[in-house]
T-cell receptor
């Protein structure tokens, strides 16, 4: 299995609080992604990174920010959590732009109450 | 219309049966295609890539029909362990910093004794 870990794996937080999710990889892959998965929707891209300090928005980026200060770490921050951000969050990595294969972390189950 | 559409199922089949899933996509410029498997409460994992006219891997066969914009997954001699959700994934290409990967909502398969 690819070396990609997410932390925490589960979190319950209150509305209005900031939350940071961490993705750590040991594969030295250039591309890293944050997705959310909700019932009735496919995985939806929140933000992605194509290198250290290089990030861009995905299709559902509102309310989220990211940072990548090292190749191996990609952080997702919910600035002020809302109930609509209750979801399962997956980090993914890929070696190339063309998604020859994307490897996913085990997911973080976030509940905003 | 969704960019990638799948029948959500569930498909309930007996062990040993052959089952097929279809997936349609709307972006005719899509460049590459994948089937991912996702077990309950787990991360998606690549099952097969579908690059040209299709390919086979053991009991699994993936086909691509560019003219009709659909891909299919055929599973022969179904096993209990094949029970999972199968995600159709389309790489829409793009000239930006990363390719646009779009996920279907998945087709659930339940193989029974």
């Amino acid at each position: 299995d690819a070396g990609i870990t997410q932390s925490p794996r589960h979190k319950v937080t209150e509305t209005g609080t900031p939350v940071t999710l961490r993705c750590h990889q040991t594969e030295n892959h250039r591309y890293m992604y944050w997705y959310r998965q909700d019932p009735g929707h496919g995985l939806r891209l929140i933000h992605y990174s194509y290198g250290v300090k290089d990030t861009d928005k995905g299709e559902v980026s509102d309310g989220y920010s990211v940072s990548r200060s090292k190749t191996e770490d990609f952080l997702l921050t919910l600035e002020s959590a809302t109930s609509s951000q209750t979801s399962v969050y997956f980090c993914a990595i890929s070696e190339s732009k063309d998604y020859t294969e994307a490897f996913f972390g085990q997911g973080t189950r976030l509940t905003v109450v | 219309r969704k960019e990638v559409e799948q029948d959500p199922g569930p498909f309930n089949v007996p062990e040993g049966a052959t089952v097929a899933f279809n997936c349609t996509y709307s972006n005719s410029a899509s460049q590459s295609f994948f089937w991912y498997r996702q077990d309950c409460r787990k991360e998606p994992k690549l099952l097969m890539s579908v690059y040209s006219s299709g390919n086979e891997d053991g009991r699994f066969t993936a086909q691509l029909n560019r003219a009709s914009q659909y891909i299919s997954l055929l599973i022969r001699d179904s096993k209990l362990s094949d029970s999972a959700t199968y995600l159709c994934v389309v790489n829409g290409g793009g000239t930006g910093t990363a390719s646009k990967l779009t996920f279907g909502t998945g087709t659930r398969l339940q193989v029974t004794l």
